[in-house]
């Protein structure tokens, strides 16, 4: 176990040196979407508005938390992974070393966790100050860390299965952009029909907003939304796995 | 000389595409092995299997007499692999990359320092530990891909292609620097299809055509086989014909029998790459 942990760190450790020598433009880059959603649809759109019975920002900030958690650390998981793949081609290093698939895939998340918790907790940083209602507590990280480690290996997932650029860039139109919209981010699925919203439920995003809103807000926390996040994680691993395991036939 | 590899009806399809078929073969510890074939030849999927990326499918490979497929992990501690393609993190110095296999080789940390440092030395890269990959020359990149494989002291190293893409001087060094490791007692596996290069360096050669091991001995064993000594005779100025002889009284012989507008002849010491064209009909390299 300690042995495999050890691993796990020796795979984190190129892309923590990696992210050391240009983590300034990182965390901007991952940051502008979330301030303009912030801007946009929280200032802009919802000055007035009222949900459930808080002011529409302090229901939108835990939203746009949830989603950067959701795209930083997907992305910084599957970039660098993608990366290692087909630019610096050095991805066959990690499969030929003693370094166990397990190992590996879980070293390979865990930079787009750290990216995703960067990210995440900046944004949860601005919006503390703009909305004092706002609460955080060890619940609210708990989730927040469990929402990237699940989006990171869904990160890991994609860049094992498509294998081009050009792949990635459908899949971030074809599912990426829709779950950033619908997923419960800025919006109550309370609202939704009932179709619409079992359709929802199907995709990770929704029960990680779910769960880092109620948990910000003080609501009554998603014990099953939560539940469901870990299994999308354990489902996202096991299909690493198997992905690693098909590529080398 | 033990046998360090042995392959044992070595096959491997793509789909229904056969890249390798019944590839029988042994390398002896301490040896400089060259595989020698066009692109598209077998040579790298051979090497993909022997390093425990891709799964034979059937047959067998045993390494320092591990199985590849059921003990992947005895067969990784004693390979170094160095890709045909350029492996490293192109974002990171040469130091960092080494010590990055280092970690994944479980060197721990004073090892790892002292090791770097030695390394550094044996590939005459000591002045460029803190330089970006990027900022290199091919061969010095080259060669701080090697290294990255020798962290963990190998026995036996990879080499795909390992001179391609580089010049007359990044090549000649490179050389050499296979030479000492095999001095050293690495026993090295090295692909290419530049001939002049398994003459150069190789103890002995296997030939592979269409996924098959076509020829296998030394090199000299190989040319005279084929015969010593190589008669070029260019017939009309456009197409040149070959005929190969045990010795230079023969093939003078030979001379004296062609008609006198035979065109331009050459006598000349057979090589590899006749061996080659002969027994496939081809030119190395795809022409």
């Given amino acids: 176990m300690l042995n495999a942990l050890k691993d796990v760190?020796?795979?984190?450790?190129?892309?923590?040196?990696?992210?050391r020598r240009h983590w300034r433009s990182t965390l901007a880059t991952s940051l502008v979407q979330p301030i303009l959603y912030l801007v946009a649809f929280g200032y802009g759109l919802g000055g007035g508005i009222n949900v459930g019975g808080v002011s529409y920002l302090a229901f939108v900030i835990p939203g746009i938390v949830a989603l950067t958690s959701f795209s930083a650390s997907?992305?910084?998981?599957?970039?660098?992974?993608?990366?290692?793949?087909?630019?610096?081609?050095?991805?066959?290093?990690?499969?030929?070393?003693?370094?166990?698939?397990?190992?590996?895939?879980?070293?390979?998340?865990?930079?787009?966790v750290v990216r995703g918790l960067i990210s995440s907790g900046a944004i949860l940083l601005v919006g503390f100050i703009l909305s004092p209602t706002l609460m955080v507590n060890p619940l609210l990280l708990l989730v927040?860390?469990?929402?990237?480690?699940?989006?990171?290996?869904?990160?890991?997932?994609?860049?094992?299965?498509?294998?081009?650029?050009?792949?990635?860039?459908?899949?971030?139109?074809?599912?990426?952009?829709?779950?950033?919209?619908?997923?419960?981010?800025?919006?109550?699925?309370?609202?939704?029909?009932?179709?619409?919203?079992?359709?929802?439920?199907?995709?990770?995003?929704?029960?990680?907003?779910?769960?880092?809103?109620?948990?910000?807000?003080?609501?009554?926390?998603?014990?099953?939304?939560?539940?469901?996040?870990?299994?999308?994680?354990?489902?996202?691993?096991?299909?690493?796995?198997?992905?690693?395991?098909?590529?080398?036939? | 000389?033990?046998?360090?590899?042995?392959?044992?009806?070595?096959?491997?399809?793509?789909?229904?595409?056969?890249?390798?078929?019944d590839l029988d073969l042994q390398i002896h510890s301490g040896e400089i092995f060259g595989f020698l074939g066009p692109n598209g030849a077998g040579k790298t999927t051979t090497i993909r299997v022997m390093t425990t990326l891709t799964k034979p499918t059937s047959g067998s490979v045993r390494i320092n007499g591990f199985d590849v497929v059921n003990e992947p992990d005895k067969v990784k501690n004693?390979?170094?692999?160095?890709?045909?393609?350029?492996?490293?993190?192109?974002?990171?110095?040469?130091?960092?990359?080494?010590?990055?296999?280092?970690?994944?080789?479980?060197?721990?940390?004073?090892?790892?320092?002292?090791?770097?440092?030695?390394?550094?030395?044996?590939?005459?890269?000591?002045?460029?530990?803190?330089?970006?990959?990027?900022?290199?020359?091919?061969?010095?990149?080259?060669?701080?891909?090697?290294?990255?494989?020798?962290?963990?002291?190998?026995?036996?190293?990879?080499?795909?292609?390992?001179?391609?893409?580089?010049?007359?001087?990044?090549?000649?060094?490179?050389?050499?620097?296979?030479?000492?490791?095999?001095?050293?007692?690495?026993?090295?596996?090295?692909?290419?299809?530049y001939i002049e290069e398994a003459e150069a360096l190789c103890h002995r050669v296997g030939i592979m055509h269409h996924g098959h091991l076509i020829a296998l001995d030394t090199p000299e064993a190989l040319r005279k086989k084929l015969?010593?000594?190589?008669?070029?005779?260019?017939?009309?100025?456009?197409?040149?014909?070959?005929?190969?002889?045990?010795?230079?009284?023969?093939?003078a012989r030979y001379v004296q029998t062609l008609p006198p507008n035979a065109g331009t002849v050459i006598i000349r010491d057979s090589n590899l790459e006749d061996v080659f064209v002969e027994q496939t009909g081809e030119k190395v390299g795809g022409a």
């Fill in chain 2, 78 to 193: 004693v390979i170094g692999v160095v890709q045909q393609h350029l492996s490293l993190d192109r974002d990171l110095t040469v130091r960092e990359n080494m010590e990055f296999h280092a970690r994944l080789h479980h060197l721990g940390a004073a090892e790892r320092k002292k090791r770097i440092s030695e390394l550094l030395e044996y590939v005459e890269l000591a002045d460029c530990a803190n330089r970006m990959v990027d900022t290199l020359s091919g061969g010095m990149k080259k060669r701080a891909a090697i290294v990255c494989s020798l962290l963990h002291e190998p026995k036996v190293l990879f080499l795909d292609e390992p001179t391609v893409g580089l010049d007359a001087q990044g090549r000649r060094r490179l050389w050499d620097l296979v030479r000492r490791l095999n001095l050293d007692g690495t026993t090295i596996f090295l692909t290419t299809h």
């Fill in chain 1, 74 to 112: 997907f992305n910084g998981a599957a970039s660098k992974l993608q990366v290692d793949r087909f630019f610096y081609k050095s991805f066959d290093e990690f499969l030929m070393s003693p370094v166990s698939l397990y190992s590996i895939v879980v070293g390979k998340a865990l930079i787009g």
């Fill in chain 2, 227 to 251: 015969g010593a000594v190589a008669v070029e005779t260019l017939v009309d100025n456009k197409e040149t014909r070959y005929r190969f002889f045990a010795d230079r009284a023969a093939a």
């Fill in chain 1, 144 to 249: 927040l860390f469990t929402s990237c480690f699940v989006f990171a290996l869904f990160g890991v997932l994609i860049a094992l299965v498509i294998n081009s650029h050009q792949g990635m860039s459908t899949f971030s139109n074809l599912v990426m952009l829709p779950m950033t919209f619908l997923c419960g981010t800025f919006f109550s699925l309370s609202q939704l029909p009932e179709a619409a919203k079992a359709m929802l439920y199907v995709l990770p995003l929704t029960h990680s907003s779910e769960s880092v809103r109620a948990a910000a807000l003080g609501q009554p926390f998603p014990w099953l939304s939560f539940l469901a996040l870990l299994g999308f994680g354990i489902g996202f691993f096991i299909g690493c796995i198997v992905a690693l395991k098909k590529a080398s036939v």
């Fill in chain 1, 9 to 19: 760190y020796s795979v984190l450790w190129v892309d923590l040196r990696n992210l």
């Fill in chain 2, 1 to 21: 000389m033990g046998e360090f590899i042995v392959t044992e009806k070595l096959t491997k399809f793509y789909g229904t595409v056969q890249a390798v078929q």
